[in-house]
């Protein structure tokens, strides 16, 4: 069975900093690892997402991502975090083979700090 | 360029009614998916639509719950009878064709509440 943790709740980070939020997941064969981002009251929003290639992944507003085959992670950044980052963000995977399921992580909350 | 509709924003209803949620995915897309998300449980797939053809709906949570997909532009979840532990905010997204690399495209909610 495939599976994502989120180990934070939530994660403070004044406005400039580097944000760091991280995934790690489970699966079997080879990964399709996804973020989106959940602003209040909206639906889901697609931020980047990693098939296969180069382990570094940019996605919308600046983000970025890394993929670990080895630490099976694949943590969320942004150099510089603005206040309007401030969301909850959802890492998600599936198998690359056949149909799988995409299994959405429990969400981490981005609190951005002015 | 419309993005997923789903209709309505909000539903309040009383234990034991009928309660129907519609959803419009992206022109083009064939894979229709809806998510119930709570508070407890997080994001939960219900039922996955691809080709208009129910391929996984494990996650129906019992027979109350029920989900049709006409044609490629249109999809209902109908909950029979509605339970309070049935409010929660229920997702439909959509994605393109593809080898399953490609993302998902969410509407922005029912947010159903049974009293």
């Known amino acids: 069975a495939q599976s994502v943790a989120q180990p934070e709740d939530q994660v403070n980070v004044a406005e400039g900093n580097p944000l760091t939020v991280k995934c790690t997941y489970s699966v079997s064969g080879n990964p399709y690892l996804f973020w989106y981002v959940q602003y209040p009251n909206r639906g889901l929003q697609f931020l980047l997402k990693?098939?296969?290639?180069?382990?570094l992944v940019k996605g919308s507003y600046g983000f970025e991502a890394e993929f670990n085959k080895s630490q099976t992670s694949f943590h969320l950044k942004k150099p510089s975090a603005l206040v309007s980052d401030s969301a909850l963000y959802f890492c998600?995977?599936?198998?690359?083979?056949?149909?799988?399921?995409?299994?959405f992580g429990i969400g981490t909350k981005l609190q951005v700090i002015p | 360029d419309a993005g997923v509709i789903q209709s309505p924003r909000h539903e309040v209803t009383e234990m034991g009614q009928e309660v129907t949620l519609r959803c419009k995915p992206i022109?083009?897309?064939?894979?229709l998916f809806w998510y119930r998300q709570t508070m407890m449980r997080g994001l939960e797939l219900l039922i996955y639509f691809n080709n208009n053809v129910p391929i996984d709906d494990s996650g129906m949570p019992e027979d109350r719950f029920s989900a049709k997909m006409p044609n490629a532009s249109f999809s209902t979840l109908k909950i029979q009878p509605s339970e309070p532990r049935d409010s929660a905010v229920y997702f439909c997204a959509s994605s393109p064709p593809g080898r399953g690399g490609n993302e998902q495209y969410f509407g922005p909610g029912t947010r159903l509440t049974v009293t």
């Open positions: 990693y098939i296969t290639g180069d382990n």
């Open positions: 998600a995977v599936r198998s690359s083979g056949g149909y799988q399921k995409v299994t």
């Open positions: 022109s083009g897309h064939n894979s």
